[in-house]
């Protein structure tokens, strides 16, 4: 009987051969090259457009939205509800002024 399992490397053996990690591939490598060669950085052209006065303030906002992310991280969303923790008391009498422990220990008694 065979005994079939998930198929893959096994778990704890390290990975091997591929591409080193933070290593681009060549398509983003080629391009980039390419940019460099041409004194062009599409992130400052941005800018120098978003700069610019004579362009509508939406396009100038997009511009700038556009690379607002590759200078400040974006932020978490955080949780505002306005609901407060509900503190509940509670009130107990445990003497009793008839002396006895229990509510059902309290009797009338006549003589």
Known sequence: MA???????????????????????RATLTLKQQLDAMGCDPLLEIARMGMNKKKSDEFRLRCFSEIAPYVYPKRKPVDISIEQPTVTNVITNLDSPLGGSDVGDQHNSQP
């Open 3 to 25: 005994i079939t399992g998930n198929g893959g490397r096994p778990i704890g053996l390290p990975k091997t051969g591929g591409r080193k990690k933070n290593t681009p591939n």
